[in-house]
């Protein structure tokens, strides 16, 4: 998945630290490769002046094909998600990964509540959790 990964807007200067973050994201989180069936790539954007007080950080963006959804739980399946999954990446102080939805914390290994799993409930209180990743640098992007 790596080697399909699109990269927008990555200074020169930081395209292998990138690189090898978003490495360190597919290792730690390996449900995002081994769901992604159908021929689906994440796009990933650079921001250089953070997210929400970050230093700079990485957003990784990845639609889901319908194909792919269908292995998902039933309750990641429904039309609210989407699909699709987003995170943003943080090379800073701490580095690791921040997310508030379902899909990509259930992709990643977290936990997300079997009533949303299962849709028994389809309401979804946006809070940040935070997947520290060892494996990238500190301030390096």
Same mark, same amino acid.
């Given at each position: 998945?790596?080697?399909?990964?699109?990269?927008?807007?990555?200074? @020169?200067?930081?395209?292998?630290?990138?690189?090898?973050?978003?490495?360190?994201?597919?290792?730690?989180?390996?449900?995002?490769? /081994?769901?992604?069936?159908?021929? @689906?790539?994440?796009?990933?954007?650079?921001?250089?002046?953070?997210? @929400?007080?970050?230093?700079?950080?990485?957003?990784?963006?990845?639609?889901?094909?319908?194909?792919?959804?269908?292995?998902?739980?039933?309750?990641?399946?429904?039309?609210?998600?989407?699909?699709?999954? @987003?995170?943003?990446?943080?090379?800073? /102080?701490?580095?690791?990964?921040?997310?508030?939805?379902?899909?990509?914390?259930?992709?990643?290994?977290?936990?997300?509540?079997?009533?949303?799993?299962?849709?028994? /409930?389809?309401?979804?209180?946006?809070? /940040?959790?935070?997947?520290?990743?060892?494996?990238?640098?500190?301030?390096?992007?």
């Amino acid at each position: 998945m790596l080697e399909k990964t699109q990269f927008h807007n990555i200074p @020169e200067n930081k395209k292998d630290v990138t690189r090898s973050a978003i490495a360190s994201l597919l290792k730690i989180c390996p449900n995002i490769e /081994k769901y992604s069936t159908h021929g @689906e790539n994440l796009k990933v954007y650079y921001y250089e002046n953070g997210w @929400e007080r970050t230093a700079a950080h990485l957003d990784v963006e990845l639609d889901l094909d319908p194909a792919s959804l269908k292995a998902l739980p039933q309750g990641l399946r429904d039309p609210q998600w989407g699909g699709h999954m @987003e995170l943003g990446l943080s090379g800073g /102080k701490v580095p690791g990964a921040i997310m508030e939805m379902p899909l990509p914390l259930w992709l990643c290994g977290l936990p997300v509540d079997d009533d949303i799993l299962s849709s028994l /409930k389809r309401d979804w209180v946006q809070q /940040k959790q935070f997947l520290a990743i060892p494996d990238i640098m500190t301030n390096s992007f």
